[in-house]
């Protein structure tokens, strides 16, 4: 499970992964950033936006039962504690491109698309920073920014014109810092007393 520093991880792991499979046509390469998409340079190089769109629950992944978690100490002694469920999260970004042509901007969306088909799940080296375990796995997935009135909500909040993209979901778990202690009885002290009655 990821822990609270993952949104920004993610971004830039899908930053990155973009940055290493993207290029011109003649080979060079192409500038990223994890930021609002802005108004395209004509003098520079395209320039490929990720932007977190939205942030939903996974409701179908819901857990409510606490796990007994047990680790051993600096000390020796044995510690036990319950854990809460991690929280299930769909991370949703924008991934657009200011180019210098409509056809160039295509072009970059379809490599996009590409990548995010090919690397259906993240893990280990390739997801960046250190909130997410070597073991755990995102995975990435291709899906709808919504009906045209949900799109032109989104292009008027970030003030530009309508532009082509690709909404590239991630599915990922955030951990809970929330537990509860075990209490165990370690000595238990019975008495009994005798109640002498006479006759």
Same mark, same amino acid.
């Given at each position: 499970m990821a822990n609270d520093r993952v949104v920004w991880?993610? =971004?830039v792991t899908l930053q990155e992964l973009f940055r290493s499979e993207v290029a011109l046509p003649d080979g060079s390469p192409v500038r990223f950033a994890v930021d609002v998409p802005g108004a395209p340079a004509d003098d520079e190089r395209p320039l490929v936006y990720v932007c977190l769109s939205e942030v939903e629950e996974n409701a179908? =992944?819901?857990?409510? &039962?606490?796990t007994l978690v047990a680790s051993v &100490?600096?000390?020796?002694?044995?510690?036990?504690?319950?854990?809460?469920p991690s929280l299930p999260l769909f991370l949703r970004f924008v991934v657009t491109c200011a180019g210098r042509t409509t056809e160039e901007e295509h072009r970059i969306l379809g490599q996009v698309l590409r990548i995010i088909h090919d690397h259906p799940v993240l893990q280990g080296e390739v997801v960046k920073g250190d909130s997410v375990p070597p073991d755990e796995k995102i995975h990435l997935a291709v899906r709808s920014l919504g009906c045209i009135e949900k799109q032109s909500r989104f292009w008027q909040a970030v003030g530009q014109r309508f532009r082509p993209s690709v909404v590239c979901q991630v599915t990922v778990n955030v951990d809970? &810092?929330?537990r509860d202690a075990v209490v165990r009885v370690k000595e238990r002290v019975v008495e009994v007393k005798r109640n002498v009655t006479s006759s």
């Open positions: 991880d993610v =971004a179908p =992944a819901r857990r409510m &039962e606490k &100490e600096q000390d020796g002694d044995l510690h036990e504690y319950y854990r809460f809970s &810092e929330r």
